[in-house]
């Protein structure tokens, strides 16, 4: 099951219903110029009501492995000025244009039930990415900007069914840029080619605006829980490139730990967290040696961490107040299967 | 905001703002504090000064600061309090990200995890500020309480820390760094100094922690080779609370009783300090004990010059292992200054301070203390200090006189 489905449904009933007025049309203007829209509306990105009928010149998009946020419904939209074009370099990371956005809804519900919460854009201006929360409004006229984040009630309905209140963290304008943030500065994390899914409909002219600079490769990383498409290694560190590596990289916010899960650390086994032991952890450490003990996850910094809700313990540091069992569950099963010394 | 003036008028004024317009934000405590504090540490501008009003700010996620020039000053570091004790989420209480930042006049207490950190700041100040864990020593408190780290000139003026689960002063992957007239009590660790360059830490307290001083460098980290560490002028005394660091920790290896510990750094200098009350010993000279996976790295200590020091009773209650047995060795207490032996006469390790020095005489960092060799010594060599003096840019200094 492809998970563009949910926004491509939306778009094609938004265009079915014949008495909804013609959608807005994205203004330049205010994704390139200097300041903080305070509105959404100002983009011009959804015509409403919430984010229902995002605008047709937008792309949207899923990830094959994505980023774990309690357990939200993720609706993501590429946008790319009139003419523009997409370069990827030889790792498929994909550069924007000035006057690109990135724009990423997260709510609870599937499908008509979709009830937006948030949306963040990543508005690629001539100075870099500005990264800006939007928060929706209770009849979803329209989202205001938090730069300072913010808290609400929310009960998740988890994958096992059980139902659970949990307080959801928007996060403020930094906490944008502590994940998003590679030697200071604020990037993308998820569109690396390999990990993007695109609907067939756009994906066609949407990889036609794409230069590449080697062989391209779009939509064809490991689906982090689908086994037929890669090996348990290969979707465990898909898993922790996504949910961990914007931080843990050598130009990443947690480069002083010296533990890097991003794919082209894996060469150096002490710093993927093999038999490495913690710098800075403090009571993260759980008494715990290793950040990753091969063959016994319940000896494993990474799994006591990632299975932890506690400020100061839990792994990411922003963007959750739930567990990710299923996550955590896939990198126990890696972990077990680690070679020992 | 209306931008009326789009032309160039405006853009000088932009270009000149730094100076000219910095404006005082005040923030009081009281209803919705958390949301009203960090919009003002996101909207500050370079020159700014964030104000923190009297009182008690109950905050319930970290805070976080990214523009660079701004100053955060409260009241004083018992009149203006951050309280992080309803923390629900965030790695630290405030995170500072940006550059030329000064923090003043306030405390912090009670932050889950570390208090402040300070990440890629360069010439960050860090003036008259309180952190405090108030339940006291306990192993569920926060790591670290001042903790800068991969920086480049770090100031740590008059700063008072208590009850850091690790190190109540922590300087990680810096350079240029002074630490001076600070008070460091119920820590762990009270300061340590760790895969750091260029460091003075002196005229400052260090009691009732764990260990006193720490100056260490551990492997498989972007920033290693620690060097060039002055450690002079401070009182270190009583450092006898037992060990509370969670395990795992490279801290938790540290006997309590322990004054100033060593341990894989070159180019050191400790001298003119007054050691007293430690029970298991007042300097210890050690390499990294574990085993590592680091072509890079360098575990054993060379060129360390030690003079000039105060040695009070020490050495009477020694917490590491072989311990008890050294004692009972050397007349019932253990020398108030050991050394690992690593290295013998290559190792550079001087010592000019009239007190009997334990040599363990091992020949690798990581061996076993059952089969040291361990004797009495004299470390006779040049030992007076001659690194020079640490200065920061003048405009950190300026910002606290």
């Keep these: 099951m492809k998970r563009w489905g949910v926004p491509v449904a939306l778009a094609a009933a938004a265009l079915l219903t014949s008495a909804a007025p013609a959608p807005l049309s994205v203004n330049d203007r205010v994704i390139t110029a200097p300041g903080l829209p ?35 419904e993720k609706q993501r939209f590429i946008y790319l000025p009139a003419g523009a074009r997409v370069s990827a370099d030889s790792t498929g990371r994909l550069a924007f244009p000035v006057g690109s956005a990135l724009i990423k809804t997260f709510g609870y519900g599937t499908g008509a ?38 808290r609400l009630p929310v009960t998740v309905t988890r994958p096992d069914g059980q139902s659970i209140a949990i307080s959801y963290a928007v996060p403020n304008k930094n906490q944008c840029k502590e994940c998003h943030s590679s030697a200071g500065e604020v990037v993308p994390i998820g569109p690396l080619a390999a990990n993007l899914n695109i609907a067939p409909a756009s994906a066609k002219p949407f990889r036609a605006r794409i230069d590449w600079a080697g ?25 922790l490139m996504v949910n961990c590596a914007h931080c843990h990289n050598p130009q990443g916010s947690a480069s002083n730990s010296g533990l890097f899960l991003s794919y082209s650390a894996a060469s150096d086994r002490a710093a ?33 961490r990632m299975a932890s809700t506690e400020p100061g313990v839990a792994m990411p540091e922003v963007g959750r107040s739930m567990v990710h069992e299923e996550g955590v569950a896939l990198i126990r099963q890696w972990i077990s299967a680690l070679p020992q010394d | ?73 409260g009241a004083g570091p018992d009149k203006s309090v951050l309280s992080f004790a309803r923390q629900m989420a965030a790695g630290e209480g405030l995170l500072v990200t940006s550059d030329n930042v000064v923090l003043r006049d306030f405390a912090v207490e009670d932050s889950k995890g570390d208090a402040i950190k300070s990440k890629g700041a360069d010439n960050i100040v860090y003036h008259n500020i309180r ?106 005394v009583e450092n006898d609370t037992p060990n509370f660091a969670p395990k795992g920790n490279i801290v938790a290896s540290v006997p309590a009783g322990t004054g100033v510990m060593v341990m894989a750094n070159r180019d050191i200098e400790i001298f003119d300090n007054v050691f007293e009350g430690n029970g298991s010993s ?26 000039d020091n105060a040695h009070g009773k020490t050495g009477f209650a020694p917490k590491f292992a072989g311990g008890d047995m050294l004692a009972a060795a050397f007349g019932g207490s253990v020398p108030p200054i050991i050394w690992d032996g690593v290295g013998g006469a290559e190792a550079q390790v001087f010592c000019s301070d009239e007190v009997p020095v334990l040599n363990l005489g091992m020949t690798k960092s990581d061996q076993p203390i059952e089969t040291a060799q361990p004797s009495l010594a004299k470390l006779m060599g040049d030992a007076a200090p001659r690194l020079p003096k640490i200065v920061m840019p003048e405009a950190m200094e300026a910002a606290i006189r």
Excluded: C
């Design chain 1, 215 to 239: 062989k391209p490769n779009l939509g064809d990383g490991p689906v982090w829980n689908d086994p037929a498409t890669g090996s348990l290694d290969a979707r465990a560190r898909a898993y």
């Design chain 1, 113 to 150: 039930d979709f009830r937006p919460i948030e949306t963040r854009v990543l508005l690629r201006r001539a100075g870099g990415w500005e990264a800006l929360p939007y928060v929706w409004n209770a009849d979803l006229s329209d989202a205001d900007l938090k730069v300072a984040g913010t």
């Design chain 2, 1 to 73: 905001m209306k931008r009326k003036f789009a032309g160039l008028a405006s853009l000088v004024a932009m270009a000149m703002a730094t100076p000219l317009a910095a404006k005082d934000i005040a923030v009081a405590p009281g209803d919705g504090a958390q949301e009203r504090l960090q919009e003002a540490l996101i909207l500050a501008q370079p020159g700014d000064v964030v104000i923190l009003g009297e009182g008690r700010f109950d905050l319930t996620d970290g805070l976080s600061l990214d523009v660079a020039g701004v100053t955060v000053k």
């Design chain 2, 282 to 307: 007042n300097i210890m000279i050690i390499g990294y004990r574990q085993k590592f996976e680091d072509a890079k790295y360098q575990p054993m200590v060379r060129n360390v010059r030690i003079s």
């Design chain 2, 131 to 236: 952190v405090e864990w108030t339940g006291g020593p306990k192993e569920t408190n926060g790591a670290y309480g001042i903790y800068p780290v991969e920086s480049e000139n770090v100031l740590i003026d008059s700063v008072l820390v208590i009850g850091a689960s690790d190190a109540g002063i922590y300087v990680g992957q810096s350079r240029n760094i002074v630490v001076r007239d600070s008070v460091a009590r119920f820590n762990v660790a009270g300061i340590e100094i760790e895969n750091s360059f260029n460091a003075d830490v002196h005229d400052n307290v260090a009691t009732k922690n764990t260990g006193g001083i720490l100056v260490f460098d551990l492997p498989n980290l972007p920033q290693q080779g620690g060097h060039n560490v002055r450690v002079f002028d401070n009182v270190v």
């Design chain 1, 38 to 72: 305070k509105k959404l509306s100002e983009f011009g990105f959804f015509s409403g009501p919430g984010v229902a009928r995002p605008s047709p010149v937008l792309t949207a998009y899923s990830l094959n492995t994505p980023l774990f946020s309690d357990y939200a």
């Design chain 1, 272 to 304: 993927t967290g093999i038999y490495k032991r913690p710098v800075a952890a403090g009571r993260g450490s759980g008494g715990r040696d290793f950040a990753i003990a091969p063959g016994h996850p319940d000896q494993s910094i990474m799994i006591y």
